[in-house]
């Protein structure tokens, strides 16, 4: 599988349809290089520092106008697509991001459970977790947001259901640059799996986004990393390099939860 990842600032004016040109640009650029899956941002639709009212107002149902028109920009370019917005569900506001197929047949949709600060806080309401996993081009695919990847309970929980590649849309901002260096390929060496995670780029009032989007290694390591500004990056994956890296690090099979339970309050 060839996979993008689309590293950007959005629209200045958060407007969804505007960025929703921008994701079909991006969408264009990446099919035509051969890219099968597209990954942006978290909160890529409407920005993310934008405050409780802004999250409100613009948050819609993961089937809603935007992600219709997602969904056209899928079948237009032959490529699948994931990306970051504000869902409106059971009459609160998650911080979701939403998996398309080359079809624009929905398969995924996450929310959020890990919220960062006060700010992710006031926006949105926390996720109840899911394991859930999506078959796209012969690879089983879950699912987390920004900092959800930072708890290695998350992933392993999706490596446990079978994971082969975990998609995390993220805006993470500096200085916690060491997600990117240490953290992702961590879980993807621990977890024998893929772990693209998709940076936002620039600032957004008080935030300066880092960029340094990345594509963990199930052998370690990152197989691509970003500079701090907007850009496309494309990863080759593998399922040989799968294979390798399940040979040679059997943590997962190894693990001992009779232990584990002893030890978590």
Do not use: W
């Not at 809603?64 to 032959?78: D, F, L």
């Not at 926006?123 to 290695?152: H, N, Q, R, W």
């Not at 990056?233 to 040679?248: T, V």
Request: glycine content about 10%.
């Amino acid at each position: 599988m060839r996979l993008a990842l689309f590293q950007t600032a959005g629209d200045p004016s958060n407007d969804p349809a505007a960025n929703l040109e921008r994701l079909d640009a991006a969408a264009a650029a990446a099919s035509q290089r051969g890219a099968d899956l597209l990954v942006a941002p978290e909160m890529f639709l409407t920005g993310y520092n934008i405050g409780r009212h802004a999250a409100r107002t613009k948050a819609e149902t993961f089937n809603g106008p935007s992600a219709r028109r997602a969904a056209s920009i899928a079948r237009a370019h032959n490529i699948g697509l994931c990306y970051g917005y504000p869902e409106f569900g059971g009459g609160t506001v998650y911080n979701s991001c939403l998996l398309l197929g080359r079809d624009g047949t929905t398969l995924l949709n996450y929310r959020k459970t890990h919220l960062f600060g006060d700010l992710d806080r006031a926006m949105f309401t926390p996720g109840e977790g899911s394991a859930a996993l999506a078959d796209f081009a012969g690879y089983k695919v879950g699912m987390l947001i920004c900092y959800d990847v930072e708890f290695p309970e998350a992933v392993r929980a999706l490596a446990l259901a079978g994971a082969d590649l975990v998609l995390v849309p993220t805006a993470n901002m500096k200085p916690y640059d060491a997600v990117s260096y240490f953290v992702v390929p961590s879980r993807a060496f621990e977890n024998e799996l893929f772990v693209a995670y998709a940076n936002r780029c620039g600032a957004e009032g008080e935030l300066d986004y880092m960029g340094l989007s990345c594509v963990g290694d199930p052998m370690g390591g990152n197989l691509v990393l970003g500079s701090e500004g907007e850009e496309l990056l494309f990863a080759d994956l593998g399922l040989d390099r799968l294979r390798e890296a399940r040979a040679l690090n059997t943590h997962v099979p190894d693990r001992r939860p009779e232990v584990y339970a002893r030890l978590i309050p």
